[in-house]
Structure formats: structure tokens, C-alpha cells
């Protein structure tokens, strides 16, 4: 039966959650487009020097993204140590209290009440940001992870983008009436939200026992070290601040751009945020059927590649001549659509970089330190976002640079970040690799994989060796890294060398061949192991010749002699590989009576289904290479 993502909109388990998060998006936008619409009421009205008009419109981001230098600390300890749907319930609740406040601002035309109750929104904003999204390990299994983080980056873009459209239309429609219409809106989406939180089924504390550090700038730093004691996730966490910085450089010069370079209106510069958006949309809704269900940071690289690409080339893009255009009238224009293309392009791009990366902290971080790590991520956001939106003035106020120059400077240090990032962590580029490869040549079907394979911890996975490309198909159907134990002669293959290096393969030789290398290879195997990472053996200790399991060797009990009696046995996971004995990098071509396509090692037919199948680990004592071989001679079946 095929999944969709789309069907967690039908559970409890998620839905309330979901529209929760997007009636707050939606708020939090109507309320910051309504105050730039009374803005330009009182100025039309003359109650409102114009001057002031700039003063306020500056001021209102800074004071929206204060609280999160000064809170954020707090209110990671606070969903840690707090039943989450109580916490969004308590969120809700403030909102409406907030709202009811900047009704009664509109109500008076009064700035200063405004500007305190959006201090008080970024406030509302910094507690509900860390149990946004560590809630959702705890509600969606492993395999729905990056579905359900795509269905909320689409229904945050979708609802920012609603909401500044409304906003933005209140004064409009209304008139003179527009305060009126805004005090109601605003009470009447925040209301709506705290009904809706009411059914969100209880998620228990994940660290109910924690105490409250009161002192911002100590705890600060300490959750900000929480984030560092992985290096995947380090990196993962500057990926996503990246994308807030990318995002805040490009949404914020968008309105001028709309203006200067494409000759057009307030209507094209919504015209084309929205393009933004349903990209963004698009690509976090398309993650979940390119990972296959899987966390699948090889997207990442993917994405900050499209990304980059797409803002050097609307960089590139030359100005619209006309100007006054609505939005029919610069779609007709020469070039038009090269820039519509450009910004889907940066969005889907975006979802497909942001997802994963959200997927990866969720599920490599222990559940009783994400809300923490979460909340030290929103620092570094908001250090990111300010540091965009100054860079962005400095560079065109005293270098007198262009926006389509700015965006030239910014896709290069996308490239450059990228680049970084990469090259520290070396699992992003393989698996991009590795998923590029695997997707382009094979079709994998999953069982068992996030069921039996473990989310953290130590654990060895054994599997039968048809083809040279084994490791890479496993490497793409296992969310954590593995390090695959490989024949130093392949090992040591020109070029692929680099790869396997950079992949952290261990060789291994026969006794035989070199005694030296095996004892390296165990030693290495067994600190791998005591270190609580994956490591995969192939115990035919060769590629099969006729498409079916060879006897196991006695290597894999070796390992699991050596972890026991260091008093930390590990569990073995039996795997196995359906599918691949019609592959061309399989020995079925080596046969004296294969035909003519055999010996060619053509494959039957492009992208041909392959299986990956796990079943329940083994612990304990009595677990033997027969015992394994006959685990995984009963997992495979008959299929080759």
C-alpha cells in the first residue's frame, strides 16, 4: 500500500498540531502587515508625521526578534520540562491575551501599545518555537519524519504568505473601518488557534526533572553547546541559520526589486513572495518522495547547490524597461518568466535544503535535550537574521551596491557555506553521492529498515554481498551513517579510494594476505562499536558467484566475542538485499554459459526494483555465524 504524507492530515496525532502552527503563522503575519497598513492610514490621514512612517517600520522587526536573544534559553527549559500540548495550550492562550491588546492599540491608533504587544508576540513566538518542532519525534514514527516536517515548512510558507496578503488588504477592503476590522480579525484568529490546540493529545514532558536556569547569557551558551556534541547536527543547526540568513536577504530586498528592477507595483512584489512561497511549498512537499521515507540529508547538498544556481542566475537577469507593471502586464514582458522561474526555482530548492536538515536535528538528538537544542538554533536564527538584514543595508548604503549585486555576493557565499559545511562533515556530500547514484540506477523498496534499524546506539548489521554496489544501496536506505567493513583490494580501487575514505570504510584482509591489516580491521571495528555507531559486515567475505548466500565466516562472531567481553555486547541486525543479482556490477555475468547480455552485465531493465529488508535484532549470548546466515538466508528468500 503506497504512503503519503498527506495522510497525517487525517490523524489526531497531527492535524490539531498542524493547524495550530499555521493559524499562528497566519497571525503573527496579519497582525505585522495590519501595523504597516495603520501606519499608512495615519499618514494619509496627516496624524502621523511621514517621516515616523520609516522610524516605525524599521523598528518593528528588531523589537519582534529581541525576545528571542533574550528567551530563547528559557523557553527550551520550559518544554523540555513541560507536557507539550499543556505548553501550546498556555502559547494559545497568551496569544489571545496579546491580541486583545493590540486590538485595543489599533483601536487608539497608538504605535507605542503596537510596538509592546509585538515584543510580546516575539515573546509568545520564542516559547512556542521549541516545542514546534520537538513535538514531532515524539508523534510521528522515524519514517514519517521528513513528510511531517515538509506538510509544516508548506504550511508555515502557505500561511506567512496568506497572512501578509490579508494583512495587507485589511485597510484596503475596510476603509475607514480598517482598525475596526483589524482589532476583530486578529482576537478572532487567536481564539481559533487555542480551540484547536485543545485537541492535541497529550505528549508527556521529556524531562520533567530539569531545573530552570533564570540567567539568559550562562544558559544560553550551554544550550548552545548542546547542539556541538554532534557534529552532524552542529552543522545542521549553522545549515538551517544559513537558510534564515539566505531567506531574510532575499525576502527583504524583494519589495525594492520588484520595484527598481522589474518595473513593477506593490501587487508585483506579493506576486512574487508568493511564487516564493508555493516553492518553498513544493519542495518541502516533494522531500518525503525523493528520500523515500527516509531522513535523506543527500538532499541538503542538493538543495544548496539549486539554491545557489537560481540566485546567481536571477542575478544575472536583466531589468524589466517597463514600469507601472501589474502583474499581467510583466508576465507579457521579455524575460519575465526567466525571473518566475528563478524564484520557484530558489523556494523548491529551499524546501529541499531546510527539511532535511530539520529531520536530521529531530532524529539524532536526544529527546530530552531537543526542545534545548531547538531553542539554542532560534538564538543563532535570530543572530543570522539581523546579521542579513544589516549586511544587506551596509553593503547598499556605502558600497553603493545593487540589489541584483547583492544577490550575486550572496548566491557566492552560499557556495562558499556550502562548500564549508561539506567538506567538516563529509556524510552530507556522500550522501547526496550515494542517493544520486542509487535513485538514478535503482528503485529501492524499504522493510523493516526504521523499525529494526537502531536510531541511536551501537549495533552490527549483517547482510549477503551480491554486487559492488551493496554498500551504496545500504548507505542509502539507512537514515544514520554506516561504516561498511570492504576487501582492501576494492578498497583501494583508483579514484574510489577517495570515496571510501571519505565514507569511513574500514579494509580488511585475509590472514593470509596481510595478518596486519585484519587485526587494524578489528581494532577499528570494535572501537567503532564502542563509540555507538553502525557498522556493517558482509561474512561471505566475498561477492557470491551464483546469486545465492555462501556459508558465513567466523569474523562476525570474532566481533561479537571481543564487544561482550569489553562488557558491552551490541545487537546485531540481519539485513538483506533483494533484487541485485540482475545488476550489472553483480558476478552473474562471469558464468561460462551466461548469455551475451549477461557477460555484457547489462541489467534486465532500467531501474530495476531492489529490496532492502531488515528483521529484529539479536542480542545475547548463542548468536553464531550459522545462526545469522540462517536469519538472513530466511529474510532474502528465494528472490536473488
Known sequence: MAHSQFDLLRQRRFLPYFTVQAFGAFNDNVFRQAIIGLLGAMVAAGTMDPSLRGTYAQLAPAVFILPYFLFSSIAGQFAERTEKSKLIRITTAMEIAIMSLAALGFLLQNMGILLVTLFATGVQSTLFGPVKYSILPSVLKPEELTGGNGLVEMGTSIAVLLGMLFGGLIFAVAGEHGTQAAAVAVILLAICGNLVSRAIPRVDASAPELKIQWNPIPESLAILRLAKKQLAVRNSVLGVSWFWFTGTMLTGNLPVYAETHLGGTQTLYVFALAVFSIGVGAGSLLCEKLSARTV?????????????????????????????????????????????????????????????????????????????????????????????????????????????????ALAIASIAVAAWIFSIVPEFLMRFLSWLLVRSLYRLKLHGIEKHVPDEGAALLVCNHVSYMDALILSA???????????????????????????????????????????????????????????????????TRDGSIAPFKSGVEKVLERAADAGRPVPVVPMALRGMWASMWSRRGDRAEAGLLERMRVPRRLRARVEVMATAPLSGEGITAEVLEARVRALRGAAA
Open 296 to 408: 535523506e540529508i543527500g538532499l541538503v547538498p542538493l538543495g544548496a547547490i539549486g539554491m545557489s544556481a537560481c540566485i546567481l542566475h536571477l542575478a544575472f537577469a536583466p531589468a524589466i524597461a517597463a514600469q507601472g507593471l501589474d502583474v499581467r502586464g510583466f508576465i507579457a514582458q521579455p524575460g519575465a518568466w526567466r525571473i518566475v522561474l528563478d524564484l520557484a526555482g530558489i523556494g523548491l530548492f529551499s524546501g529541499f535544503y531546510v527539511v532535511p536538515l530539520f529531520a536530521l536535528i529531530q532524529s539524532r538528538t536526544p529527546k530530552d535535550e531537543l526542545s534545548r537544542v531547538i531553542a539554542g538554533m532560534n538564538i543563532q536564527n535570530a543572530v543570522f537574521i539581523v546579521a542579513a538584514a544589516l549586511g544587506g543595508v551596509a553593503l547598499q548604503q556605502l558600497l553603493d551596491w545593487s540589489i541584483p549585486q547583492l544577490f550575486m
Open 477 to 543: 536506505s539507512i537514515p544514520r551513517p554506516v561504516r561498511f567493513v570492504m576487501y582492501y583490494r576494492i578498497f583501494n580501487i583508483p579514484v574510489m579510494r577517495w570515496i571510501f575514505r571519505t565514507a569511513r570504510a574500514i579494509p580488511i584482509a585475509g590472514v593470509r594476505e596481510d595478518p596486519a591489516l585484519m587485526q587494524r580491521a578489528f581494532d577499528e571495528i570494535d572501537a567503532t562499536l564502542a563509540e555507538g555507531e553502525l557498522v556493517c559486515i558482509f561474512p561471505e567475505g566475498a561477492l
